[in-house]
């Protein structure tokens, strides 16, 4: 069966700080992968989704960006944190090949302070 | 411009109700729909879809219902739970689910 791993869970970084947060996907190949950011009390936006290796598609743009270094790893990064970056990341996955729902991550909590 | 919209953020409803969440699309490219249930710091887990060939999918106590022609579809549980209080998000997606649009999130409270 698949299964979505997503790390860490919680992080509390400082203004100006980088970012890294990590997806993997175990279980199926050439997934489509996705991050979404829940901000506080709002929907969740879209920010990247990669429909293979190195290919990404950036849905807002802003201060992160995101790289698919193999078929099943998916990360988000910043070089500089900003406040406004705080919130709810949530990476998923897809099959992609038909339509099919997403399989969402446990979700990382982010604090920028 | 918010592409999928669920207009009301919260909903209360007595145990063993009926609650209907409602959504709303302006994108007609949009061929099939999900909803999601989402505890708090957890992620969203998938509950029910519909492609746009259907008016309307069941599973168990879920329903959806699709009016391709209003742009609207709704989720209704029947009979409500207490368990069944989390956000619920209504998403949609074109291209065979290569991008998935969420709307912003209902939150529904199942009164004991």
């Known amino acids: 069966s698949q299964t979505i791993h997503q790390w860490p869970a919680t992080l509390v970084q400082p203004v100006g700080s980088p970012l890294s947060l990590e997806c993997t996907v175990e279980?199926?190949?050439?997934?489509?992968l996705y991050w979404y950011r829940q901000a506080a009390g709002r929907g969740l936006q879209l920010l990247f989704y990669?429909?293979?290796?190195?290919?990404i598609s950036s849905e807002v743009p802003q201060n992160l960006s995101a790289s698919r270094p193999q078929d099943r790893q998916f990360i988000l990064s910043s070089k500089k944190l900003l406040l406004s970056d705080s919130g709810f990341y949530l990476c998923?996955?897809?099959?992609?090949?038909?339509?099919?729902?997403?399989?969402f991550g446990q979700g990382t909590r982010l604090t920028v302070v | 411009d918010q592409q999928v919209k669920q207009n009301s953020p919260s909903l209360s409803v007595q145990e063993g109700r009926i609650s209907i969440l409602n959504c709303d699309y302006t994108?007609?490219?949009?061929?099939?729909f999900l909803w999601y249930k989402k505890y708090p710091a957890e992620g969203p887990t998938f509950l029910i879809s519909?492609?746009?060939?259907?008016d309307k999918n069941e599973d168990g106590r879920f329903t959806v219902f699709l009016n391709k022609s209003a742009k609207h579809l709704s989720l209704h549980i029947v009979p409500s739970q207490p368990g069944d209080s989390a956000v619920y998000f209504c998403?949609?997606?074109?291209?065979?689910?290569?991008?998935?649009?969420f709307g912003p999130g209902t939150r529904l409270s199942v009164l004991p």
């Open positions: 998923a996955w897809s099959l992609g090949s038909t339509n099919t729902e997403a399989f």
């Open positions: 519909i492609s746009s060939i259907k």
């Open positions: 994108n007609s490219m949009f061929d099939y």
């Open positions: 998403a949609a997606s074109a291209n065979y689910g290569q991008n998935f649009v």
């Open positions: 279980g199926t190949s050439n997934p489509n």
């Open positions: 990669s429909i293979g290796i190195d290919q």
